[in-house]
């Protein structure tokens, strides 16, 4: 049997028991039949098993990703059953999403895609006028030069200018989401551009009497606001690849799978760019002290959570599960064993 036919052929059970945890999980507060439950059990057991030979034949790994997260939700509602609704939150953002973003290729392949043209388009900027005129226009770069001109700011103006920016990263994260629906280009497309324009904005201030203003400007609130940017990107080409590459579903459904899957990432997003918001409003004008080293203090702390939490954190929480996933296909291999044995014994 080649992999291709193993996935046809267990492939509607996984679809069942992916409809009957729909049910459990949407209609949680409902009771559900003693038939169902026990047929929801077998499904499980047999899910497990099927997780544990992945490997045996050599399962695309959208399929095994595909296994795990049904395996772990069928765990959860298995075991935890009835489950605290806060205790579920603080699972989501403490263990789930620092995982999923963590693991994920997607995320991988757009923070490479928006930090390295990034870099490159502000060093060619600040090195080159002629391409900052080429990148943004004189119009533009006028524009951002008066913009942050005063070290001295009025802050309404700085809040204006700060409303400017709320809008425009959520309008950017948006477009980069949605765009994704084209195959996932889309999305590349939006980070690359944005990448590019932003770099050189950066790189062509700094060369300007306004560079001082432009970091202060955008210390505390940077570490947020773009890492919100990437993931809204990462999410929106994860869903839009699942068109070109469906790894043996139908497209719709895997559509519909991919969709599911990063909930975790446009949710990470979604908070990121709603808590930039006001630090860049309340925070952005700031210039003196003591309340400038409040604004350091807190981009500081802001850029450290960040890689603590979708780094160190995620790289934690995919060990632990990774770990956890192998003990439990460990034991339900090991469980028919034993009961096999018992009946050779009995007999």
């Known amino acids: 049997m080649t992999p291709a036919q193993f996935i046809e052929k267990r492939r509607p059970d996984w679809q069942e028991l992916d409809g009957i945890l729909q049910q459990i999980e949407y209609h949680r507060d409902a009771s559900i039949s003693a038939r169902l439950f026990l047929r929801f059990a077998r499904l499980y057991r047999s899910a497990c098993t099927d997780l544990s ?17 049904l395996v772990s939700r069928g765990h959860s509602n298995l075991y935890s059953y009835p489950r605290n609704r806060m205790r579920d939150i603080a699972d989501f953002f403490l263990h789930t999403v620092p995982r999923i973003v963590y693991r994920d290729t997607y995320v991988r392949i757009c923070v490479l895609a928006f930090y390295i043209p990034a870099i490159i388009s502000g060093f060619l900027a600040y090195h080159s006028d002629e ?3 080429a ?12 913009m942050h001109s005063s070290h001295e700011t009025q ?11 709320v809008q425009h990263n959520t309008t950017l994260a ?5 765009m994704g629906i084209l195959g996932g280009v889309g999305s590349l497309f939006a980070i690359l551009t944005n990448a590019i324009f932003l770099g050189a904005v950066l790189g062509f201030l ?6 001082m203003n432009i970091i202060n400007w955008i210390f505390a609130h940077a570490p947020f606001e773009l890492t919100g940017l990437v993931l809204s990107a990462g999410a929106g080409l994860r869903i839009g ?17 991919e969709a599911y899957n990063s909930i975790p990432i446009i949710s990470a997003a979604v908070l990121l760019i709603v808590l930039a918001a006001p630090i860049e409003a309340f925070l952005g004008p700031v210039s003196e002290p003591p309340m400038l080293y409040v604004k350091y203090s807190t981009g500081l702390f802001c850029l450290l959570l960040v890689i603590f939490y979708f780094i160190v954190l995620g790289n934690i929480r995919h060990r632990e599960h990774n770990g956890y996933m192998r003990l439990l296909a460990a034991k339900k291999i090991q469980e028919p064993m034993m009961e096999f044995g018992e009946k ?4």
């Open 53 to 69: 030979l992945a490997d045996t034949w050599r399962l695309p790994r959208d399929m095994r990703e595909y296994l795990e997260g």
């Open 241 to 257: 690849f699942s068109m070109i590459a469906p790894g043996g579903r139908e497209r719709m459904r895997a559509l519909r799978e």
């Open 344 to 347: 050779l014994k009995r007999n």
């Open 155 to 165: 802050s309404n103006e700085m809040i204006t200018s700060a409303g400017f920016y």
């Open 131 to 133: 391409f900052a005129k």
């Open 206 to 211: 700094l060369t300007t009497p306004s560079a």
């Open 135 to 146: 990148t943004l226009g004189e119009a533009t770069m006028i524009a951002f030069e008066e």
């Open 174 to 178: 948006l477009i980069a989401f949605g």
